[in-house]
Structures are given as C-alpha cells and as structure tokens.
C-alpha cells in the first residue's frame, strides 16, 4: 500500500509541476514571444545584463551552462527560447550529480 501511495503522489505532483510549468510558459510567451534577448532574459532573473553575460561567458554554475548550451544567434545578436528559460525559472533544467 505504501509503495501505491507513493507514485500517486509522484503522478500527482507532476500534474502540479506541469500545470506551473505550463503557466510559466504561457507567462513568458505572452511577454516576450517565442524567443528573449539577453537583456529580457536579465530582466525576467532579476540580474544585471552584463553580469549575465559574464555568468554565461564564464560557464561556471550549471543554469549558466545550460543556457549557453541552448541559446541562438541571428548574426551578432543572442537569444533564448521561452520554453528552456520557463525550465529553468521552475528548476526543471537538468541539474549535475554533486559528489
């Protein structure tokens, strides 16, 4: 019986957490489009553009590498899709074993 309890509330909380994910998705679109600019992107996580960029120049935490790693260039500007900054504002974006 445990074992049953356990994965309907496993079910139930990715009910919950894809319903935020959606909101947050359907938030951003509404915002800023399909896609955000560096400058949007500072805006929605509350940063300095410039501190931005050298987090994501810099590589070092794992949110800033896995932005870097889905972000679009058209010519010299940058860009990133809603959906991998919704993830990431919901912390669904893949995280790094820690030893």
């Known amino acids: 019986m445990e074992i049953q309890l356990n994965i309907h509330m496993s079910s139930q909380f990715n009910v919950v957490f894809t ?7 359907e938030i951003l679109i509404k915002r800023y489009g399909a896609v955000m600019t560096l400058n949007q992107l500072a ?9 931005l960029r050298m987090s994501l120049l810099a590589g070092k935490e794992p949110w800033a ?11 010299r500007r940058m860009y990133f899709p809603v959906d991998v900054v919704a993830a990431l504002l919901m912390g669904a974006l893949r995280r790094e074993d820690r030893a």
Not at 43 to 51: F, M, Q, S, T, V
Request: proline share 4%; aromatic share 4%.
């Open 43 to 51: 805006i929605a996580l509350d940063r300095k553009p410039e501190g």
């Open 19 to 25: 319903k935020a994910m959606n909101q947050t998705l």
């Open 65 to 75: 590498r896995e932005l870097s790693a889905r972000k679009i260039y058209v010519g």
